[in-house]
């Protein structure tokens, strides 16, 4: 079959959900990944030819493309921070909002890159933080906690990808029983996390391939109480953070001044609230 008719295909049956722009991208992604050719192939050679065993995963795609499966999930892949990371149903897909706190966390530590930091990254998920962290600070000692054994199945397989070691726990912040990290030799210097945020009454605002799709208990909080799990890590962090050491949270933009209490009444201080590229409120730090 002509490669192009098959572009034509999908276009047909999924700019109504997509739209036409990202379509387009979607099949680029899918050639790519399952042909090894680039976009260019279809204007260099509008005739192109795939055979039947070739066009067989893009139409694949396209039966789970149009039931809104993310692209990601399809490929079993995306990219976060530079980085290659594996992602499955057990996890969220890292977004470019972490992304910048990953940045941020980075630009704090600039004149201490060299150091042998300890961090803690909870709610590891991909493990997208930590290893983005691990990469970009080579001697730091880093630890990625997690509820989800399959989760951090996915972790550790992406710590392998990029080369980088990250010492995983399998463990709920809500629940702590791991030894190691209630040990009173275990402090650190860095404690980030992007715990589940979004509040039950905002599922109306998020689209159909992360209600479908992506794991609820990573992303979704009760009304009642949305700030259950920045609770915990708090008073975790207060407790197990060096003086001087930092706490990092990826936030509900809704919930910024909330936050700020928060930390406030766990007796934080130069407690900074920043916006992402969106502006909205979406990342705040505190120093013990």
């Known amino acids: 079959m002509i490669l192009k008719d098959i572009q034509t295909i999908f276009h047909q049956e999924l700019d109504t959900i997509y739209g036409a722009d990202e379509v387009g991208s979607f099949f ?104 983005s962290l691990a990469k970009n600070l080579p001697n730091a000692k880093i630890y990625g906690l997690d509820i989800s054994a399959d989760a951090l199945k996915v972790a550790k397989e992406n710590a392998e990808l990029n080369k980088v070691s990250v010492t995983f726990i399998e463990d709920s912040i809500l629940d702590l029983k791991h030894e190691l990290l209630i040990s009173e030799n275990e402090y650190f210097d860095i404690i980030v996390s992007n715990p589940p945020y979004v509040r039950d009454l905002e599922k109306v605002e998020i689209k159909n391939n992360v209600i479908k799709f992506e794991p609820h208990l990573a992303l979704f909080v009760k009304n009642e109480n949305p700030l259950q799990f920045y609770n915990a890590i708090s008073d975790f962090a207060i407790k197990n953070l060096l003086p001087k050491g930092i706490l990092f949270f990826e936030i509900n933009q809704y919930l910024g001044s909330e936050m700020k209490n928060l930390l406030e009444t766990f007796n934080f201080k130069d407690i900074t609230l920043k916006n992402d590229i969106f502006a909205n409120p979406r990342m705040i730090k505190g120093v013990k």
């Open 28 to 131: 680029n992604i899918l050639i790519d990944f399952y042909l090894n050719l680039n976009r260019i192939t279809l204007v260099l050679d509008p005739k192109y030819v795939v055979t039947k065993q070739e066009e067989q995963p893009l139409f694949e795609a396209l039966s789970r493309l149009k039931l809104e499966e993310p692209i990601q999930y399809i490929i079993g892949e995306t990219e976060f921070y530079g980085l290659p990371f594996k992602v499955n149903q057990h996890t969220l897909i890292p977004r470019p909002e972490t992304e910048e706190l990953v940045a941020w966390i980075l630009e704090t530590l600039s004149d201490k890159k060299d150091e042998t930091l300890k961090i803690l990254d909870i709610g590891s998920g991909t493990g997208c933080i930590a290893i």
